[in-house]
């Protein structure tokens, strides 16, 4: 019999009889035992977890092995991503006991043995958290258990110092290879939950290959045969996962997203040839699956001719296209198309937007006044000019060198955007075009209107060159 | 249909041989004389090379002014590559979106692909220092421009990348420093294959190497004319340009000196303000017909 923690607190007790807790709690509720729900229950928690990782293995019948590496950064460390599973997992009203080690075996013995709820253990260190552990941690045979008790070693660490060979003769294999497996002396390969896909397809290879080229010539056929079935059920792509599994049981995957749904071979086949780079072939890969992690159904496209030119939508396609494929890439920082925004200040005038802006309708207040093409960021400080009796600058010094000023065009004045930031309520900027003698032209801005503080303190910037 | 892509291709590469067409073959610039002496303008399919002068030489606005003004006529995506100023890059993370480290499954539930997340990339417009408003007044459509960030050692390599994707129209490069020779030829190459036009501008102060670049320009200031309005000086228009294109193959350096005209999009709506005097019109049109150099058409 299981208990829950309120049973717990009348004194119920894990593998008493039912009777015997009946009769310190009469309406207790109890439920049949039902290894399948439970196993069900498990599995969806499996799927629940991939939040913190894609590798995701049940334990049955009551742990989950969650294989972080690489994605402990992601939460801020890996204690503090022990403590984020722990909450996420109370909020769903699991109550539960975590362990962080290096091999599945010790995470698995010090998440049931260990003194605290949450244990992390730091690399290398898998030897000195187990050894004050019982020998039950290491997922024993009762039969191996009570033998070894009987024999007196109770500890993980008693273990270690018996001889292996009279161990092997007396137990067989099974408790060295546990633990061997504990302490990362022998490979334990789990079977990793796959996640639920709308697509799959798989080729097993001959022989391992590791060459790009024959990568790349997988991959063209396995993008043909996913084009095939994704159009078969009028879908289109829009994440997809590449598994390569290498001979020594490790996975490299690689992942891409489409900017819209896509059922083309070839572009999902460039997209992830693209790709090829990041994988590590090892020994070789001996089998690869390409998995649609995301579909959406796709519109038909309206077939052109084949015979007709290029045209302008096929240009507008041209430029999606390549932007997916840019941003697949590794090591860009950023693609980006600029929109306008509705900010009167010139350096907050733009934004950058994913998909290409519309202007025209949207065109900005100011777009009648003459703008530069490229801007100080952050704008330059000058000293004040000199003014004319107008309020016009009349010389400027500029890099240690005076500027006189020629001619000037002005004041423009822009009021700060107090609807979007605060600190610019009531900010006003005076914006000068210059012409010095040389012909150069600045574009000068006053950090308020020169008169009340309020607006501003005065200062002269350079904001950029026309 | 990829066959016949490939077919579409390949026949235009012939055609382009025997092209008497100059909009197939060159990129106006829009300035009469510049065009005639360069028959025709700016060649398609090869790599240019812009500098600022002056005070403008590491800022670089009137190049790029000039470029937009030249990308203006024609159609097509224009890709351009700056080089991201700050080198941590705090946000390398969402936007590359689904880089992996190799060996390493990793991460979180991604949001919809590459959101580049527009709050994040916001305040590293600024850095870039491109700007809409003076891009979309030059005449360059800002939703043909796609805008690529991209580490400074890594710029070449990318828009050599860029530079063999067919059906873009030109490929602009922020440079932080000179253009190798073979750079300049493998970026040549990639160019010529495609026949996708490459604008290099150099945002430095080192100097320049010797390169294959097919033509390389120099825009520098030009004082206008001076106007007076009553006791002040004013600008009469936009501003005008020295233009010199200090190399090109099989050809000898020119100079030009550009007026700019009145052009409604550009300048101050000067006219408009004095409209309720009679000469406001005519004074208008009288001051555009000063040009010291030529006029764009």
Sequence with gaps: MAVNQAARQYGVQHGQFLAMARSLVPDLAAYPVTPEADAQALQKLAAWCRCFSPLVATDPPDGLWIDVTGCAHLFGGESAMLESVKTRLAAQGHGVRAALADTAGAAHALARFGLCDLTVVPSGGTDMALDPLPVAALRLDEEDESALTMLGIVRVSELRAVPRAGLTRRFGRTVLRRLDQALGQQKEALCFEQPETVLSVKRHLVEPIGTAESIAQVISVLCADMAALLQKKGLGARRVDLLCHRVDDLIQAVRVGTAEPVDDAGRLSRLLQEKIETIDPGFGIEAMNLQVDHAQPRLPATEASVLSPVSALQEKEALVVLAERLRNKPGLQAIYHLAATDSPFPEEAQMSSLTPVASGAALPRGARWPRPTRLFAPPRAIGAPLLGEDETPRGFVWQGHMMRVIGADGPERLHGAWWQHPAQAGAIRDYWIVETEAGDRFWLFRRGDGQHLWSGDGAWFVHGLF | ?297
């Excluded at chain 2, 030009?256 to 303000?273: C, E, I, K, L, Y």
């Design chain 2, 1 to 297: 249909m990829a066959d016949m892509a490939m077919l579409r291709d390949s026949i235009m590469q012939i055609e382009r041989r025997y092209q008497h067409d100059f909009a197939a073959l060159y990129l106006q610039t829009g300035m009469i004389a510049v065009d005639d002496a360069l028959k025709g303008g700016l060649r398609r399919g090869a790599v240019h090379e812009f500098m600022g002068e002056g005070h403008d030489r590491v800022l670089c606005a009137r190049p790029t002014r000039l470029i937009a003004q030249i990308l203006a006529r024609t159609t097509g995506p224009v890709i351009w590559i700056m080089p991201v100023e700050d080198k941590e890059a705090p946000h390398s993370e969402s936007i590359a979106g689904f880089h992996k480290p190799a060996g390493r499954m990793a991460a979180h539930e991604n949001a919809p692909h590459g959101l580049a997340s527009v709050e994040s990339s916001r305040d590293r417009v600024g850095s870039a220092a491109l700007t809409l408003a003076g891009i979309s007044a030059a005449g360059l459509d800002p939703q043909r421009l796609l805008c690529v960030e991209v580490d400074p050692s890594r710029l070449v390599g990318t828009m050599e990348d860029i530079l063999r994707t067919r059906n873009v129209t030109a490929v602009v490069a922020d440079l932080t420093e000179p253009l190798s020779l073979t750079a300049s030829r493998r970026l040549h190459l990639a160019a010529e294959k495609t026949s996708v036009t490459g604008f290099v501008v150099h945002r430095h102060r080192h100097p320049l190497l010797p390169n294959s670049c097919w033509t390389r320009w120099q825009v520098g200031a030009a004082c206008s004319a001076p106007c007076r309005v009553g006791g002040r000086d004013v600008l009469s228009f936009s501003g005008g340009m020295s233009l010199s294109l200090l190399r090109r193959r099989g050809g000898d350096p020119l100079f030009w000196r550009v007026d700019t005209d009145h052009d409604a999009s550009t300048a101050f709506p000067v006219a408009a303000a004095l409209a309720h005097d009679t000469l406001a019109q005519g004074a208008s049109r009288s001051r555009c017909g000063t040009p010291a150099g030529l006029i764009w058409s």
